[in-house]
């Protein structure tokens, strides 16, 4: 990796000084007068005039205007964040914050620092986008500093966002200073720009502040048309990705679960932004580890492969997905009996998921199955209420059966328990169903045979006007369907 240009150990007074202040205090040895001057000049103009809207822009005017209306009066003030550090000189890929995404479409490769401001303005607000611009040539910005152009990759200028975006662009430089002159009421969304917040400190308090992120995230609840279009396309990428795996099992038994984890990634990569979680790839008994994503012990023949994995598209929308499957392609006698009591719960669990349902019914159904199993086969002492009264098959089932899917995997995660998890199921809402059992290595409290063996299957499911979709149904769920996918995947 090419060494980048040293940060500076000053702060010079202003942006447009700082690629020559760097200069003249010998912060960039070898860089000559001569050479400074010939960078200025023989660059063609790039500037693209026939950019369109991005796809979402209707969408993301829509909600906009809700979150207006919403917070009449009131400066609104959404970043997406910044580089964050990796190590020394080195930074992690950016994603922006899901609530600036949200109301922009603001794409990963131009959102790093950027910032939507909603000014207060006649009976609504007046949205501006802040973003870095083009790096400045004429005083070496482009070339010398570390997140200059050359050394980081060109990004859009101010004009081109105006039209990608649909919103007023400015210099993201002199926000914060603006900020600090603001009057009137301002709410932000913490955690994402120390800078920022630290511009309204004495404009802001965190309960003013938690009301705008707590909208933002039950704003989410609900998905418009291109937010299920983004996640059916999450999901037909993460159904080619689980058929990659199946292809190499082979060269992951040669090697480590590691091979299953980057095979997964290359489709990720190649068809989307990247994985939208750590992908778990756990084989043999450290399937019963639920997040597992060490991904470095053995694939063996004749144990199982969990594998939980979803592609995350550009827009941000994640697919999450689980399969559990036979490494050799054949289900064993005790291994088919377990799943298929985890193929019966889900299948309880998705049928109870429609439009007037309470959130959760469908946790309850597969819950209800699970435990119904766990009596049958002398694990635990019934009656089956009794069970579920006292919680006692949750020593092997562990977790909740789903979660809101979306921009996030664990989607909505600040809304209310009165509206998420104590609400009603709404046409639009996407969510996992995810029903398993673990029984642990060393769980003496059940027979040998059991020992090691964790299944889970997961699927995203939509609710429609009259019921459900399954956007995941393309990869096959029922035992020996699974068994006969493998074998004409791996050919």
């Not at 007074?13 to 001057?37: C, F, H, M, W």
């Not at 210099?171 to 630290?198: F, K, M, N, S, W």
């Not at 992951?252 to 790839?281: K, Q, W």
Request: with cysteine; proline share 4%.
């Amino acid at each position: 990796m090419t060494a980048v240009a040293e940060e500076p150990s000053d702060t010079p007074e202003t942006a447009e000084e700082e690629p020559i202040k760097q200069r003249k205090n010998g912060l960039y040895p070898g860089v000559s007068d001569e050479l400074a001057e010939n960078m200025k000049t023989g660059w063609a103009d790039t500037e693209l005039r026939d950019l369109r809207p991005v796809p979402q822009a209707a969408e993301t005017a829509a909600r906009r205007a809700a979150l207006s209306a919403r917070f009449p009066g009131e400066r609104l003030v959404i970043p997406a964040g910044n580089l964050k550090t990796r190590s020394n000189d080195t930074e992690y890929a950016f994603r922006a914050s899901v609530e600036y995404a949200y109301l922009t479409g603001g794409r990963p490769d131009e959102s790093a620092d950027g910032v939507l401001v909603l000014e207060p303005k006649g009976q609504g607000h007046e949205a501006t986008i802040y973003l870095l611009p083009r790096s400045n040539r004429e005083n070496g910005e482009f070339w010398l500093d570390g997140q200059g152009e050359l050394w980081v990759g060109r990004r859009h200028s101010l004009t081109e966002a105006e039209k990608l975006y649909g919103i007023p662009a400015s210099d993201v430089r002199e926000l914060a200073g603006a900020l600090r002159e603001a009057t009137g009421p301002v709410r932000v969304v913490r955690g994402y720009d120390a800078g920022i917040e630290a511009a309204l400190t004495d404009k802001v308090t965190a309960e003013r502040d938690e009301e705008l992120r707590v909208f933002l995230s039950e704003a989410r609840l609900v998905k418009d048309e291109f937010e299920i279009g983004e996640l059916q396309k999450a999901v037909d990428s993460t159904v080619r990705g689980f058929e990659d795996v199946v292809k190499v099992l082979d060269k992951a038994e040669a090697t480590s679960e590691r091979y299953i984890e980057g095979t997964f990634f290359l489709r990720a990569r190649v068809e989307g932004n990247d994985v939208g979680y750590g992908t778990i790839a756990a084989a043999g008994p450290h399937a019963c580890t639920l997040h597992w994503v060490r991904n470095d012990g053995p694939v063996r023949s004749g144990d199982l492969l969990l594998l939980d994995a979803g592609v995350e598209t550009h827009t941000y929308y994640t697919a999450d997905v689980t399969r559990t499957l036979p490494i050799n392609g054949r289900f064993s006698e005790i291994q088919r009996k377990i799943y298929d009591a985890v193929y019966e719960a889900q299948e309880a669990g998705i049928a109870a998921v429609r439009p007037g349902a309470k959130y959760r019914d469908f946790h309850d159904a597969a819950q209800r199955v699970l435990a119904e199993k766990l009596v049958e086969w002398g694990l635990v002492e019934g009656p089956v209420e009794r069970v579920l009264e006292l919680g006692l098959q949750r020593r092997w089932t562990l977790h909740g059966t789903g979660h809101m899917l979306g921009m996030d995997v664990h989607d909505c995660a600040a809304a209310r328990t009165e509206t998420y998890v104590d609400g009603v199921l709404e046409p639009g809402m996407c969510l996992t169903v995810e029903p398993g059992l673990y029984f642990q290595a060393d769980d003496l409290t059940v027979p040998e045979e059991y020992r090691g063996i964790g299944v889970r299957i997961e699927d995203d499911i939509l609710v429609t006007e009259d019921g459900n979709r399954n956007l995941s149904a393309a990869l096959p769920r029922r035992a020996d369907e699974v068994e006969a996918w493998m074998a004409a995947v791996k050919g």
